[in-house]
């Protein structure tokens, strides 16, 4: 039978719930935010507190098997949050122009669509390439997850791992800058 | 209007990218749920000890520890130095260093004068003698013993001694003892030797254990093994090689249902071909790449996991005929190592027969429509392109294209080549340097091979000296690789009635390079010159 654990079961209601989770997880999502994705402070926090409202919104409606069960599931939305955030700021890029009105200019902001992100793209599609544990490893590690904590996920030795690794790394560069050279020369017509 | 350049990539902003690519996931699939929990607990439910924790308040903490440590010692030697007696400077202990030397040794201290008695060391306070184990020794136990034989009992040399499930494994020297450290608790552990019955038994304990093992001897009789002058022996796949290969299907199968038909001037491993101005076929998706040997072999072991040893015979690769390929006996070497070696992964796959093709098309058709029907989508279907279809995406929609790319000529302007063929056949209408850039306008290099064969021997690593990578070279405006040069192209007549072969090979000249160019080959059968590409169609 699983426990069936809802810490803040007693504490629903408002202000103390968000406090609790406030205390437990936004500490931790702040420095993970700003530390993995170079989110400026001022944008961690608010999808930090975004999370947190959030999860404090739909709290009653769920029920975990144990606390990590639960901070997965923190985590999950975070993640959400800050996968609409990158593609928000990355699909629109503002330019400004000079607009003439009643012989006074004023500068206008505008909003155009944002260049493909084609690097990731390539990224992806050599991912999708390799195998397995190694795609695992390579995306474990961008996450700052310890070495011993992924040779017992993908069943290598540790040792090994921390050579895979370098040398994953390096045939990658290798292999997304050649495809960017490729697309370079394709769109610059130098064929 | 003129795109801008994508700038290379650094390390740093690879690692970005990857953290990007993270975000990008599908946490729907299980094995990335599974991945998102392991960060999520790594990041919420550890690392929040330190919010800001990094490298410096790490050395600073280990800094601070070690002063610690320093402290307690020097106050210790104080403490020692305060407790001992002043050392009585004789003249005999100057002169008689053997004395000194004997005033240290507790064994002779009784025959000491009592001034040198005094000198004998101090024994060390209780909590240094408490502490003299190290608490990583302390946690672990010993398992020793010897193994002998239970019939004669000689003692047995060279037996392994592992723990189940773990790399903690010995095995015993010439006197038949061996020993093993590992952590208390239970443990499974396995004693085996060749010829004798392989012993297991279940060891809990806190203490070290001292354990000897007689082993029964084991005789198995061979049974009576009949060579056949031409029989196949099939590979033998070890559990770790079949949960490779199914892994490596899951990805192929994965990739091709995915293909969209959607055309995107991007990385897509199945590019969509949009159907041409006068709409006499319908749009397809079409391999970016001629199929691989990894690709091949992942289909062959596949078939011999379900036992499919008919098919595996039909389709199997036939490499004896890499032996005087084109007639040179350059390449007889690749015969042995072509399909098997890991370095020739990712060059295309040839001498495989027709039929082979289509088992490959059909296996590769029911893998992927497996996860379409799991996925509650319509089914699709791999197969060979016809010639009006391969030829239409091999020009990229470009009617009477003489090539897949843009110049009228295999060289591009620096004189590298663009595509994969013979240079010994045309050197008359080849320009020279092959390697003239701005750099070094006049393109001597000394890493040229000039009596390579091809121009994969010519430009490429030593390995490659018939057919290349198949990704290499430029790809076309629909992104396919390789579509001239390299391995001719199965397809289909445009009346399905035979097969043909197109695009020209890593043994053609220019001439069979170009699209339109006549028949290379009359009859089409398994050849080192001949590999495939599948497109995909929906319906069934």
């Not at chain 2, 019955?197 to 009949?226: H, I």
């Amino acid at each position: 039978m699983n426990i069936v654990i809802n810490q803040y079961h007693n504490s629903v209601g408002g202000n103390k719930l968000v406090k609790q989770l406030y205390e437990q997880y936004a500490k931790k999502l702040l420095s993970y935010t700003i530390n993995r994705y170079s989110v400026n402070e001022d944008d961690a926090w608010t999808l930090v507190y975004k999370t947190i409202y959030r999860i404090a919104e739909v709290y009653d409606k769920y029920s975990f098997e144990n606390e990590q069960k639960q901070s997965g599931f923190v985590f999950k939305t975070h993640i959400n949050y800050l996968r609409n955030y990158f593609r928000d700021n990355k699909t629109f890029e503002s330019k400004n122009f000079e607009v003439e009105l009643n012989d006074k200019y004023f500068h206008v902001k505008e909003e155009v669509p944002a260049k493909e992100n084609l690097q990731l793209k390539i990224l992806q599609r050599e991912l999708d390439q390799l195998e397995e544990w190694e795609r695992i490893l390579l995306l474990m590690r961008g996450q700052g997850m310890p070495y011993s904590d992924i040779s017992k996920f993908v069943n290598k030795p540790e040792k090994q791992l921390k050579v895979y690794y370098a040398r994953l790394k390096k045939q990658l560069l290798i292999r997304v800058n050649d495809a960017l050279t490729r697309l370079n020369e394709l769109n610059h017509g130098k064929r | 209007m003129e795109k801008d350049k994508m700038q290379s990539l650094s390390s740093a902003g690879l690692d970005q990218l990857i953290n990007q690519a993270f975000l990008n996931l599908d946490f729907d699939q299980p094995q990335n749920l599974e991945l998102m929990e392991q960060v999520s607990i790594k990041t919420l439910n550890r690392a929040g000890f330190f919010p800001s924790f990094n490298k410096l308040v790490f050395s600073k903490l280990v800094l601070f520890v070690a002063a610690f440590v320093l402290a307690d010692g020097l106050s210790l030697c104080l403490k020692r130095l305060q407790h001992t007696p002043l050392k009585p400077v004789t003249s005999s202990e100057h002169t008689n260093k053997q004395a000194a030397t004997e005033a240290r040794s507790p064994e002779v201290s009784q025959t000491q004068p009592e001034a040198l008695v005094a000198q004998k060391p101090i024994s060390a306070p209780k909590r240094i003698q408490n502490n003299s184990v190290p608490l990583a020794v302390q946690e672990k136990i010993t398992l020793s013993g010897t193994i002998h034989s239970a019939k004669t009992g000689e003692a047995l040399k060279g037996a392994a001694v592992y723990k189940l499930n773990s790399d903690i494994s010995v095995s015993t020297n010439g006197q038949g003892y061996y020993s093993l450290q590992m952590p208390k608790g239970e443990h499974n552990i396995v004693v085996a030797l060749l010829g004798y019955q392989t012993y297991t038994f279940s060891l809990y304990s806190e203490e070290d254990v001292r354990k000897n093992v007689a082993l029964k001897e084991e005789w198995k009789s061979l049974e009576e093994v009949v060579v056949k002058p031409d029989a196949y022996i099939f590979p033998v796949l070890t559990e770790k090689e079949k949960k490779a290969n199914e892994k490596e299907k899951q990805k192929m199968a994965k990739l091709v249902a995915r293909a969209k038909p959607i055309f995107e001037k991007s990385a897509d491993k199945y590019p969509y071909i949009p159907p041409p101005a006068d709409q006499a076929f319908s749009g397809f998706n079409m391999g970016s790449n001629e199929v691989t040997n990894l690709e091949y072999r992942t289909f062959l072991f596949d078939l011999l996991i379900h036992g499919k040893k008919d098919e595996f015979l039909l389709a199997k690769p036939e490499q004896h005929l890499w032996i005087n390929a084109a007639d040179q006996s350059l390449f007889d070497t690749l015969a042995g190592i072509y399909f098997s070696e890991k370095k020739y992964n990712y060059n295309p796959v040839v001498n495989i027969s027709l039929k082979g093709a289509q088992l490959y098309c059909t296996w590769l058709c029911e893998q992927a429509n497996l996860l379409k029907r799991k996925a509650g989508e319509p089914a699709i279907m791999v197969r060979l392109p016809y010639e009006s279809e391969w030829l239409h995406a091999a020009s990229a929609g470009r009617a009477g294209a003489v090539y897949p790319w843009l110049r009228d000529s295999v060289q591009n302007s620096v004189n590298w080549f663009l595509a994969n063929c013979c240079i010994q056949k045309q050197p008359d209408k080849l320009r020279y340097p092959f390697n003239k850039t701005k750099r070094n306008p006049s393109g001597d290099d000394k890493k040229f091979d000039r009596k390579a064969y091809t121009a994969a021997g010519m430009t490429l690593a030593n390995n490659r000296i018939a057919t290349v990578d198949v990704f290499a070279y430029n790809p076309n405006d629909f992104y396919l690789y390789c579509m001239s040069g390299n391995v001719s192209e199965l397809v289909y007549s445009n009346d399905a009635k035979t097969f043909k072969a197109k695009g020209g090979n890593w043994s053609s000249d220019a001439e069979h390079l170009k699209l339109n160019s006549e028949d290379e080959f009359k009859t089409v059968s398994a050849s080192p010159m001949i590999g495939f590409r599948v497109c995909i169609t929906s319906g069934k």
